[in-house]
């Protein structure tokens, strides 16, 4: 069965502490990688997308890394406003359409 | 400001009542989609459109019709709603898949 897994559920970082996001997969076909960024009381905003292993992506402090199996988020010196709930998704298969989600990691960074 | 709006915002319904979610999109994008969330899940697809005139069952489809009105607007109704049913709704909205979707701000619904 396709299945998305993110760890850890939760993340408390001090501002200025780097640390990682994983988000492990198990499909058959992966066609796309997917990072959103949640934050509470309102709908995700999307991040980057990756396709093959190896590929990497930035943004600002964030950078999103893909192997065969798993996909990281790295936060680089973070900052109390990228605290959110982060979320991994997995197109994968025949659909052009369908996305398999992780339940997120909520990320806190206390100043 | 360009993007997804939803209506509305909370709802409260009883058991067995209808009510129909609304979601419009300014984008022009050509795909539409229904998403539920529910805590410690991750987001479950309901129906999605992938062009105007064309709806397709989710994951998650039972309970639920949907109606893409034109290339701008796609609706969730609830028949019969039933406590299972509670959960916060997402529209979305996209060009490509691989460009990442765009949210509406949720619905959140309780079903007493």
């Known amino acids: 069965e396709d299945q998305v897994t993110q760890s850890p559920e939760a993340l408390r970082l001090q501002e200025g502490e780097s640390s990682s996001l994983n988000c492990s997969y198990t499909?058959?076909?992966?066609?796309?990688l997917f990072w959103y960024r949640q934050d509470p009381g309102k709908g995700p905003e999307f991040l980057f997308t990756?396709?093959?292993?190896?590929e990497e992506k930035e943004k600002e402090r964030l950078k999103a890394t893909l192997t065969k199996k798993e996909s990281f988020l790295h936060i680089t010196a973070p900052k109390p406003e990228d605290s959110a709930t982060y979320l991994c998704?997995?197109?994968?298969?025949?659909?052009?359409?369908?996305?398999?989600w992780g339940a997120g990691t909520k990320l806190i960074i206390k100043p | 400001n360009a993007g997804v709006t939803q209506t509305p915002k909370f709802q409260v319904l009883k058991t067995g009542q209808s009510m129909t979610l609304q979601c419009a999109q300014d984008?022009?994008?050509?795909?539409m989609y229904w998403y539920r969330q529910d805590p410690g899940m991750g987001l479950r697809l309901i129906y999605y459109s992938a062009s105007e005139g064309t709806t397709d069952k989710g994951e998650v489809p039972n309970g639920y019709n949907v109606s893409r009105l034109n290339k701008r607007e796609f609706s969730l109704r609830l028949e019969s709603a039933a406590p299972s049913q509670t959960s916060v709704y997402f529209c979305?909205?996209?060009?490509?898949?691989?460009?990442?979707?765009?949210f509406g701000s949720g619905t959140r619904l309780t079903v007493v």
């Open positions: 979305a909205s996209s060009w490509q898949l691989v460009y990442g979707y765009t």
């Open positions: 984008m022009n994008h050509n795909s």
């Open positions: 998704a997995v197109q994968a298969g025949e659909s052009n359409y369908q996305l398999i």
């Open positions: 990756l396709y093959s292993a190896g």
């Open positions: 499909v058959s076909g992966l066609r796309g």
